[in-house]
């Protein structure tokens, strides 16, 4: 294993948006007991600060790989390409409308967890509706500006659903 590799690289999988989740995870288990600090307790220093590093260098690479949104992120970042998520806040007055129609829901539904329910099960499949989009624009066309700007809508989408998460915690307790 090598610090230097990238982590698709690391797990042994193609640098693509769509990856074998159980290959990922199968690999994951595999690395973890490869090079868990546990098996090297009786070893030299050197040894146990290594296979630290190294762990944490593979649960690292796989939070990453598992969430399609930082995957996402990541391949950007590879290719080379800033998604620009703090300075480039532009976004298609449609998209932002749609934002804000989901806002206003998410707010008349916060006394009623079904309706937040069904709202959140509304987003998720247009987030799959986007997250399919942008397989297409990083596996398939190879369009990085365009996955650019798909990231950061998603990265909308993501924070409305852990708006609603949230919502839906409150109204439990």
């Known amino acids: 294993m090598n610090l230097n590799q990238n982590h698709f690289e ?3 999988l ?16 595999d690395l973890q007991r490869e ?26 690479a796989y939070q990453i790989l598992k969430s399609p949104l930082r995957r996402a992120v ?3 970042r590879l290719r080379g390409v800033d998604p620009e998520f703090e300075t480039n806040t532009a976004m298609p007055p449609q998209f932002l409308i749609e934002q804000m129609s989901w806002r206003e ?45 798909t990231t950061r809508m998603l990265m909308f989408y993501e924070k409305l659903d852990g708006e ?8 439990e307790t």
């Open 10 to 12: 690391l797990f042994g």
């Open 14 to 29: 193609p640098a693509r948006f769509a990856v074998d989740a159980a290959a990922l995870e199968a690999r994951y288990h």
């Open 35 to 60: 090079v868990h600090p546990d098996r090297f307790a009786a070893a030299p220093e050197i040894e146990r600060r290594a296979s630290m590093q190294l762990a944490t260098r593979v649960n690292e």
């Open 74 to 76: 990541y391949i950007l």
């Open 105 to 149: 829901r998410i707010e008349e539904g916060s006394e009623d967890p079904e309706a937040l329910v069904r709202l959140r099960g509304g987003l998720r499949e247009e987030s799959a509706k986007i997250y399919e989009k942008l397989r297409g624009q990083l596996d398939e066309g190879g369009d990085d500006e365009a996955a650019s700007g």
């Open 164 to 171: 609603i998460d949230d919502k839906l915690a409150e109204l």
